[in-house]
């Protein structure tokens, strides 16, 4: 806060320091220049003694190979000459591997390419050559000479190459001897050890891959190295030797040593030169990056900055007070109480609040006073002082700090008024309202809620609401009904996770009496039982129609049996020829008439009919039997079509009789009204993997969009006198018994009523 003098003498001598650092220099210039001259000297000799080793190698590596070749050569016509011959082959072989280590394979190649003899003896099984190990002898094959071929890669992952001499009988190629090299044998074994210790030796390709080397090592790097066509067996390999690092002697080294020790000397001296100037450059710049530091520290602060002394007079104001006030640093420095940015009608606050901080009274949360701006606009301040203190800890004054608070107080009185609005809404609410913590205290309540929970107990305490229906909640939301008077009154409460104002997680419940909702829905629910009671009626009402309607033909057939034996026979005549037969007839109808009235009566009423496990099959045959004399009234064809497997489910069979009666008779009138020339029912029964199936088929006209739109509805009907109440019973008894019942149109125009039932499982 207060001026620094900064002026300090310079007296760096910049004379001497350059003729030390020039000679310095030149010092290090020359060493480099005598460095590079002898290490030069030193590497040229290094590579001609690597190129003259590299050369001697190849040229031995050359020999050795000849010598083989040459070997071959003679060995080559034993193979021609019977059993010795092939024994002498086989013995050369063996002795020329035990020589060359290096030598993979000798092998005897018919002209085919099938291996017959090698270094071990005659193959029982010869074996077949090709790709790489065939080239070299395919080569020979067409040259007429021993060639060596192209390096390959054997099945243990080494790399070979093949030497072929040809086999020539009257210039005819008869086969050829191949000898086998492993790359990696043949440096090793015929590297001389004076050259291995020297030099890393390696075989590489044309794109540098390395084939193989003399040890299984990587080469040095960034030395020297030299490499060479190798050739044989040529195809691009070349011998590469590098040079493992070496010494350059001593005579570098003390020359190295004695510069080195003068170099040390003189730039000791040239640092106990710089030594004065950079302590003194040192802190002027330390004191400068401070001072630079707590300027633009002071500059950048939002918050009003003010040095005063004792008395209270400005002896430093920073750029955001000069700001809020409106004058410049000039203005402001050297005022003394009452300054100029004090509103008039407030100095006597303003005086009694510098008085409190020059006496040292300073509350801990500073204190709110109104400023004035250059133009008069008045703003609020949150002033804050601390006591100045220097190095010896002397008090020399007081640094305040301050900032407008003029916005933060409308919008502090804004959003009180706006949460007492909040809070007004909330507790106008019927709905209850509650915010609660993790540990179920009660954070919030309105007055409908306390109205609604039992045991409300004030904020802060202890509420029992969620330990006792947590158990309900689904992740952070639930929702769930209950009667904490046992059904006397319902609440619906609901809750889920929030973050409350403290950044901290809180549940909030809302509670809602649903009562009169509750008995609502009771009263609903019992008016739906006395409907489907109702409806219950309405259908016992419309299967007694059934009954009605369908009993209508066995109980005129019982009478006009029963007429026709009363009125034409005499009694003396009854046990004549087709009497009896009648009598019977009238029997079987009367009994039948009694069991469609009594399974009706039984699927009217609350238990189930009487199913058993019966065959559906018997009861298509009664039903056609049944259907015989009205189609034969009505001039139409009645077929039955059977399936071919016999099977079993649980039914009613008189009912299912009925429901086919009803499908066969709603057909075969059909027909008459539509007037079809050929009238024709075609009954069909087919068994599925779970169901049987019946099907009645018809080649009438079909159903219209609309009869097929209100086929199932109650009291619809196209017949004149129909009641619209048959197919719904017959598709009542079929989902009674677990089946499907169903309607299709023809591809010939008629319609197909089907209908499936479950088979019985074993």
């Known amino acids: 806060m207060y001026a620094i003098d900064t002026h300090f003498p310079k007296a760096s001598p910049r004379r001497l320091w350059l003729g030390v650092i020039l000679t310095f220099a030149a010092l290090l210039a020359a060493l480099g220049g005598l460095y590079s001259v002898v290490y030069r000297d030193w590497e040229d000799e290094q590579r ?32 021609l000459g019977g059993n010795d011959g092939q024994r002498r082959f086989v013995a050369a072989a063996a002795l020329l591997r035990r020589e060359s280590r290096e030598i993979a394979e000798v092998q005897w190649v018919d002209a085919v390419g099938r291996v017959l003899l090698d270094a071990q003896a005659v ?34 992952g080494k790399y070979r190459f093949d030497l072929a001499v040809p086999l020539l009988v009257h210039g005819r190629y008869q086969g050829g001897v191949r000898i086998v090299y492993d790359m990696a044998g043949l440096l090793h074994h015929q590297v001389p050890w004076w050259i291995a210790s020297q030099y890393h030796i390696s075989l590489l390709d044309l794109s540098g891959k390395v084939l193989a080397s003399k040890f299984e090592q990587e080469a040095p790097r960034r030395t020297l190295s030299h490499q060479i ?40 001296s040239l640092w106990r030169i710089r030594g004065h100037v950079r302590e003194r450059s040192q802190a002027e710049k330390a004191l400068q990056r401070e001072m630079g530091l707590r300027q633009a520290i002071e500059n950048s602060m939002k918050s009003g900055l003010l040095a005063l002394d004792l008395e209270g007079r400005i002896v430093r104001a920073n750029r955001a007070f000069c700001e809020l006030t409106g004058l410049a640093p000039a203005q402001l420095v050297g005022q003394l109480p009452p300054y100029s940015f004090w509103p008039d009608d407030d100095r006597s606050l303003l005086q009694a609040t510098m008085q409190a901080v020059l006496s040292g009274d300073l509350p801990e949360h500073g204190f709110e006073l109104p400023f004035c701006h250059r133009d008069g606009e008045r703003f609020e301040v949150r002033f804050y002082a601390t006591p100045l203190r220097d190095d010896d800890g002397r008090h020399t004054g007081w640094v305040a700090s301050l900032y407008d608070i003029t916005e933060l107080k409308k919008k502090r009185l804004a959003l009180n008024y706006s949460h007492q609005r909040f809070l007004t809404v909330l507790n106008g609410l019927d709905v209850g309202l509650c915010v609660l913590d993790g540990e179920s205290q009660l954070l919030y309540a309105n007055p409908a809620f306390a109205q609604m929970w039992a045991g409300f107990d004030p904020v802060g305490a202890y509420c029992p609401m969620l330990p006792a229906l947590g158990g309900h909640a689904i992740g952070d939301r639930a929702q769930l009904e209950f009667s904490p008077d046992h059904g006397g009154s319902w609440f619906q409460l609901q809750y889920r996770k929030i973050s409350w104002v403290n950044e901290e997680d809180a549940w909030l419940a809302m509670l809602v009496d649903v009562t009169g909702q509750r008995q609502r829905d009771e009263r609903a629910r019992a008016q739906e039982e006395r409907f489907q009671t109702t409806s219950r009626l309405i259908a016992m009402g419309e299967m007694a129609s059934s009954l009605a309607h369908e009993l209508n033909q066995p109980l005129t057939a019982i009478s006009t049996y029963a007429a026709g034996v009363s009125r034409r026979l005499p009694e003396a005549v009854q046990q004549q020829h087709g009497v009896q037969e009648a009598v019977q007839a009238i029997v079987q109808q009367a009994r039948r008439a009694g069991q469609i009235v009594n399974s009706i009566r039984a699927f009217v009423k609350k238990h189930a009919p009487q199913l058993e496990q019966a065959d559906p099959d018997l009861a298509v045959s009664h039903a056609h039997a049944l259907a015989l004399p009205l189609a034969e009234k009505l001039g139409a064809q009645l077929q039955m079509e059977p399936g071919l497997s016999r099977v079993t489910v649980q039914m009613d069979p008189v009912l299912i009789e009925q429901v086919l009666l009803n499908l066969i008779k709603n057909a075969l009138e059909a027909m008459r009204e539509a007037e079809v020339r050929r009238p024709l029912v075609h009954i069909r029964t087919a068994v599925g993997g779970q169901f049987w199936r019946v099907e009645v088929v018809d080649n009438g006209p079909g159903l219209a969009q609309g009869v097929r739109d209100n086929l199932f509805t109650p009291f619809y009907s196209t017949k004149p006198d129909g009641m619209g109440i048959g197919l719904n019973i017959c598709r009542s008894i079929v989902e009674f018994h677990h089946g499907e019942f169903g309607v299709t149109d023809t591809l010939s125009g008629g319609c197909t009523f089907w209908f499936t039932l479950p088979l019985c499982t074993r």
């Not at 193959?123 to 060596?148: C, I, M, N």
């Not at 390999?237 to 040593?257: F, I, K």
């Open 48 to 79: 001609d003694s690597l190129v003259q080793e590299l050369l001697w190698l190849d040229q031995s590596l050359r020999l050795h190979l000849e010598g083989h070749q040459q070997a071959v050569e003679n060995m080559a016509p034993d193979v």
């Open 123 to 156: 193959q029982d099984e010869p074996v077949q050559l090709g790709g790489a190990s065939y080239d070299a002898l395919w080569r020979a094959e067409r040259l007429k000479r021993a060639v060596y071929g192209a390096p390959y890669q054997a099945a243990d």
């Open 229 to 268: 066509n190798f050739d044989p067996p040529g195809y691009g390999l070349m011998l590469r030797a590098v040079s493992y690092r070496t010494g350059v002697g001593l005579s570098l080294p003390l020359l190295s040593t004695f510069i080195g020790l003068l170099t040390l000397a003189l730039a000791y």
